[in-house]
Each structure stands twice: as structure tokens, then as C-alpha cells.
């Protein structure tokens, strides 16, 4: 096989995504092997990486084993060598980035949001469609383990028709007083592009529609549990973006579901993401890695609820938990944004089909878009298609 090699910029290199998923988990992996077989190749990425700290940079390249890094991001997108770019960093100037690499004509693959609202971001693929380059977006929670099985499932028809489903996600982030708070800043702040919506929102949009159907309509409810929080550099700021949010999805095969999401909750259930999907012939809770089914002929007959006269006394004595089966492994373990690149970098040498293209990013912020009018308005805000 002959070896090919492909310039990458990776920007946004020292944030968390994509120093851990993109370049660690992913993209060094795929190098390291010797590349990904595309056709009669061997697809080798060269990396260039692209932040704003010098030391940062460096202990990263270092870590990975990259010779290249800049805090020059004009410098790298002048570098013919590198075809094409990712955008990782802070969300608030992903749209200018986008631009910046669009014109310097790179094929573009970002991570999401892949724009502050539906409108910006089908002008930028207008002008990608018109530019013949390639484009992605990240939509990776669609290949969890634990995903991958409740999709099978409901692909072998356990589940029947779909009733409803619910996603639950989230955990306690500190507010930076007591404890350091995990989560960067930005992400509390209107102006850095944060809030709970746009950032989980793109998410469940993939995972409801590939998995589940079209989404017709949202409403949604959105708040902020922690008003004020301690930043990197012990300032304390007001939180001016939601933390948490309630949404009631109809699908167009007539199945409801919610999403409760919250940076401002305490994990009591089976991982810190779950989707779970009731239907006629079964349901099924998929986490991140494992899944549960339980078809109809399992179903316990349960009659109700009886306390008995005695305290501590479990009178029902029922495991609602024990009739509950695991879903084995299928498929061994690949790293979620592992397929994306696969994808993405199949796509671009061989012009491969690629589903998560710049649009069903868009398709993303549109359900990010409508949770937000909808807690504005307190409507019902449907989800018409994008044309
Ligand atoms: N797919 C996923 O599951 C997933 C998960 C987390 C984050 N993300 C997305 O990835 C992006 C980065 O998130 P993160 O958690 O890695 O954040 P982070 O704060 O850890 O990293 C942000 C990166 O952006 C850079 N940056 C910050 N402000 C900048 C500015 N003004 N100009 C240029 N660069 C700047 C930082 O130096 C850093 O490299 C966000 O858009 C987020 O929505 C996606």
C-alpha cells in the first residue's frame, strides 16, 4: 500500500476536546498505526497544532509526538501543506474561524456548535457548497458503546414501536467558591458562547433523529441553578446563560419524550448520560458504555405500591432492577470521535458519503435554536426541516 499523507490544523489544540478525544484518543492513534486504509492508501495525518499558549502547545506536541505547533492561526492557514482544518477552540468565535479557514480554502470539520444560530451558519455552508470543499461537524454521542446497542435493538425491532424516550444528563459543576469549579468559564457566559442549550442541545438532535425519527416540535423550559460563580482567576462573574433546561420532544411518528439536563444536579441513576426508550415490544437504558433491555414477555406484573403496617420492612420485595438484562458487546471498542475522523477523513480523500456534514450541524443549533425560543416564549416551536 502506498502511503498518503494528510496536513490537518488542529485548532483549538490545548482545550480539553481536543488535546483528550481529537488528538490523543484519535487522530494520534490512527497516525501511530500507520494510517487509516483509504482505497489503496495509507491515509497518514500530519498535525499542525494551533492554540494560544506557547508552553501549552509545546507539552501537548510533546505528549503526542507532533513536531509541529503555532500560535500563529493566519500563519497555518497559509501553509498549502495543510488542507484541512478543525475547529475545537472556545465556541464564541467559531463562526469567524470557519471563515477565516473557508477562505483560505481548507476542508472544514468542526466541532459543535458549528455556529451561534441557524441562519449564520446556513449563509457559511452556503459559501462552503459554493467553494466545492469538504465539510463535517462532530457528532460523536451516537457512537457510544452503550448507544451503539440501544440503536441495534431498536434496528432488530426488540423495541417495537417507540413510545416514548427519555435522556437524562448531567452532574454537579462547582461553582468555584469551595471547590474549583471542571468546566472552563466560557461556558457560563453569553459572551463566550456558553449555556447548557447550545452546548447539549446539538447533541440530542443526532442522537433522537438517527436513532428514534424526526423531531416535529419542542418546548422547553430553561433556568440557571448557580447565579454566580469564581473564574479561572478567582474573579467572580454572574452567570448570565441557562445551567440547566427541561424540554418535551414530539417526533413525527407520534412518540414524546423529555430531556433533562443540568451542570446544577447529583448523579442517582445509571451513568451521568442516559437515554431510555419505552416501546411496545421492550425498553432499553443505554449509559455510556452498557445497556439494559427488558422485552415485554420480562415485563413484571406490578400491581402497585404496599408500605405494609411495619416500619423497615420491604413488603413488596420486589427487584425492579433483577429483570433487567444486559446487552453484550458486539462490537469492540473504538473511540467515539475516532469514527468521526474516520469518516470525515474517508470523505475527504475518497469522497466517501459522510451524514454528518455541515447541515446536520445546522440541523444541531436548530434544536438549540428552538429550546431557547420556546423557554422565551413559552410555546410549542416546531422543527421544520432546513432547506
Ligand atoms: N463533542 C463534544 O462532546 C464536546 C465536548 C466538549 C466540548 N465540545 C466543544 O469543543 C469546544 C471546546 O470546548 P473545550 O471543553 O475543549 O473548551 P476548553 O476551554 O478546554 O478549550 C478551549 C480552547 O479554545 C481556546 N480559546 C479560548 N478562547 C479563545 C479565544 N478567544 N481565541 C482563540 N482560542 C481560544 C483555548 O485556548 C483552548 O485551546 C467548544 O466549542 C465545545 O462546544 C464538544
Known amino acids: 500500500m502506498a502511503t498518503q499523507t494528510l496536513g490537518i490544523i488542529l485548532h483549538g489544540a490545548t482545550g480539553r476536546i481536543c488535546s483528550t478525544q481529537h488528538l490523543h484518543n484519535a487522530l494520534a492513534p490512527i497516525r501511530d498505526e500507520g494510517g487509516l486504509p483509504i482505497g489503496d492508501d495509507m491515509v497518514v495525518p500530519r498535525l499542525l497544532l494551533v492554540g494560544r499558549s506557547e508552553q501549552r502547545l509545546a507539552e501537548i506536541a510533546r505528549a503526542n509526538n507532533v513536531d509541529d505547533w503555532t500560535t500563529d492561526l493566519d500563519a497555518a492557514l497559509a501553509d498549502p501543506e495543510y488542507t484541512v482544518f478543525f475547529e475545537a477552540a472556545a465556541t464564541h468565535q467559531r ?60 434496528e432488530s425491532g426488540f423495541i417495537g414501536r417507540i413510545v416514548s424516550f427519555r ?39 443526532y442522537v433522537i433523529e438517527n436513532m428514534l425519527g424526526p423531531i416535529r416540535q419542542v418546548v422547553s423550559t430553561a433556568w440557571t441553578a448557580q447565579p454566580e460563580r469564581v473564574d479561572e482567576e478567582g474573579k467572580t462573574y454572574t452567570v448570565d446563560v441557562e445551567d440547566s433546561a427541561t424540554t418535551l420532544l414530539e417526533l413525527e411518528n407520534g412518540a414524546y419524550g423529555t430531556i433533562l439536563s443540568s451542570w446544577a444536579t447529583r448523579i442517582r441513576h445509571d451513568d451521568l448520560m442516559t437515554l431510555r426508550v419505552d416501546g411496545i415490544g421492550g425498553s432499553a437504558v443505554a449509559g455510556l458504555r452498557r445497556c439494559w433491555a427488558q422485552s415485554a414477555a420480562d415485563t413484571p406484573v406490578v400491581t402497585g405500591s404496599n408500605l405494609g403496617k411495619e416500619a423497615n420492612t420491604n413488603k413488596d420485595g420486589v427487584d425492579y432492577l433483577g429483570d433487567w438484562q444486559e446487552i453484550p458487546e458486539a462490537v469492540p471498542y473504538k473511540n467515539p470521535y475516532r469514527y468521526g475522523w474516520e469518516g470525515f477523513l474517508r470523505h475527504v480523500v475518497a469522497d466517501a458519503p ?10 444541531d443549533v436548530q434544536l438549540a435554536e428552538a429550546c431557547r425560543q420556546s423557554a422565551a416564549d413559552e410555546a410549542w416551536v416546531s422543527l421544520d426541516r432546513l432547506t
Do not use: C
Open 95 to 154: 463562526l469567524a474561524t470557519l471563515g477565516k479557514a473557508l477562505a483560505a480554502g481548507k476542508h472544514i470539520y468542526s466541532e459543535k456548535p458549528v455556529a451561534p444560530t441557524v441562519a449564520e451558519g446556513l449563509a457559511l455552508l452556503r459559501d462552503i457548497e459554493a467553494s466545492g470543499l469538504k465539510h463535517g461537524a462532530v457528532e460523536d454521542k451516537i457512537y457510544l458503546p452503550g448507544f451503539q446497542k440501544l440503536a441495534h435493538l431498536i
Open 167 to 205: 435522556i437524562e444528563f448531567g452532574w454537579w459543576v462547582f461553582d468555584g467558591t469551595a471547590v474549583e469549579s471542571q468546566r472552563p468559564s466560557w461556558n457560563y457566559q453569553h459572551a463566550g458562547g456558553g449555556g447548557l442549550l447550545s452546548d447539549m442541545h446539538p447533541h440530542w438532535r
Open 354 to 363: 459522510f451524514a454528518s456534514d455541515f447541515a446536520a450541524g445546522i440541523r
